[in-house]
């Protein structure tokens, strides 16, 4: 059975603001909380002052960027986590945008796949217990944590098309994709995944979605909430080239015509209860073990109140 979940709708810029968000994991039937990158706040340390304030969740970070910090960093951060929270963490990572590779390294990968990989094997290895002795062309390890009782980590990593999923299907225990159509997901993602498990000879990872979406209410302009809480992916280059792929042309030039063909190309859902529910049906149907529900462009137009109350509306819909 597919869970839901919820994905903050914003980066905090104080660690309180999770709390709400925290709250409705905690006492609703959110699977889990997942924050993602965030240029103001680390998500590790607010997942922990959630923890420390009394909110005790599983949580996910979808996804965190690789140049930001060495995956032995990356590993350590994580298990902390799960000993704190006391819940299983999934630490998802991701080799993020060119321009940002260039920023903080220089310059970008020149193998954005052969980096993910050398950064999972050093993730993986230390979790695992294991001393990682690795010499890789991007990241390099001679190092190991010392083992602590602690809740599971799962390493994940974030997906887009069939290249990397291939890489997660060999290396992490958990696949994350961001604005990805149902139908993508079951025609690309899902067999890459299959195929790079079967060719290490390991399990499938588990498929983590996490989905924009927002209610249709009276009066609401939802190519408007998808360009408050959307506009920077859809100006990204890898995500607008996943975009076209799947049929839906983004036109960066005219941002509403792009929010419009998001809503229409099934990236984006929006609608009715019952029309959301159907809708995130076909994720659940094409693979994916778990969505995270995605309300940032809400919460950008009409405030957090808002936000929460539709997010814990259309969990008591699709867990019903």
């Given at each position: ?9 914003f980066?905090?810029?104080r660690?309180?603001q ?9 006492w ?9 990158q965030a ?6 340390q607010?997942?922990?002052?959630a ?10 970070t979808?996804v965190?960027?690789?140049p930001n ?5 990356a590993?350590?951060?994580?298990q ?14 991701g ?6 590779q260039?920023?903080l390294l220089?310059?970008?990968y020149r193998?954005?796949?052969?980096a993910?990989?050398?950064?999972l094997?050093i993730m993986r ?6 001393r990682?002795?690795y ?5 390099s ?10 809740p599971?980590v ?12 291939r890489v997660?299907g060999?290396l992490?225990?958990?696949?994350i994709t961001w604005?990805?159509p149902?139908a993508h997901?079951?025609d690309?993602i ?6 790079g ?8 990872p588990?498929?983590?979605?996490i989905v ?9 302009d ?5 360009i ?8 990204l ?17 005219d941002p509403?015509?792009a929010?419009t063909?998001l809503?229409k ?7 009715g ?15 994916a073990?778990?969505?995270a ?8 137009r009409?405030g ?13 819909e699709?867990?019903a």
């Amino acid at each position: 059975m597919t869970a839901y979940s919820i994905m903050m709708p914003f980066a905090p810029a104080r660690s309180h603001q999770i709390l709400p968000y925290a709250a409705l994991t905690q006492w609703s039937t959110a699977h889990r909380l997942w924050q993602g990158q965030a240029d103001i706040s680390d998500p590790n340390q607010t997942f922990v002052f959630a923890a420390a304030s009394g909110f005790r969740v599983p949580v996910g970070t979808g996804v965190l960027l690789m140049p930001n910090r060495h995956p032995a960093t990356a590993a350590q951060l994580a298990q902390t986590l799960a000993m704190t929270t006391g819940h299983p963490v999934v630490a998802g990572y991701g080799p993020g945008a060119e321009a940002l590779q260039r920023s903080l390294l220089g310059r970008p990968y020149r193998s954005p796949l052969t980096a993910t990989r050398e950064y999972l094997t050093i993730m993986r290895g230390l979790l695992a217990g294991e001393r990682v002795e690795y010499e890789g062309e991007y990241f390099s390890c001679r190092f190991a944590l010392r083992p602590v009782p602690s809740p599971p980590v799962e390493v994940g990593v974030g997906v887009l098309g069939p290249a990397m999923a291939r890489v997660a299907g060999e290396l992490a225990d958990v696949a994350i994709t961001w604005l990805v159509p149902a139908a993508h997901l079951r025609d690309v993602i899902v067999p890459a995944l299959r195929e790079g498990a079967e060719a290490a000879g390991r399990p499938v990872p588990r498929l983590v979605s996490i989905v924009p979406v927002a209610l249709d209410t009276d009066g609401r302009d939802l190519p408007d909430v998808v360009i408050a809480g959307h506009s920077g992916h859809l100006r990204l280059p890898h995500y607008a080239t996943m975009l076209r792929r799947c049929g839906i042309d983004i036109d960066t030039a005219d941002p509403r015509a792009a929010a419009t063909a998001l809503i229409k190309g099934g990236a984006f859902l929006g609608g009715g209860l019952a029309d959301v529910r159907e809708q995130l049906r076909h994720h659940a149907d094409a693979g994916a073990d778990e969505i995270a529900l995605n309300l940032s462009g809400v919460h950008v137009r009409h405030g957090e109140t808002t936000a929460l109350r539709e997010l814990h509306m259309i969990l008591e819909e699709v867990t019903a």
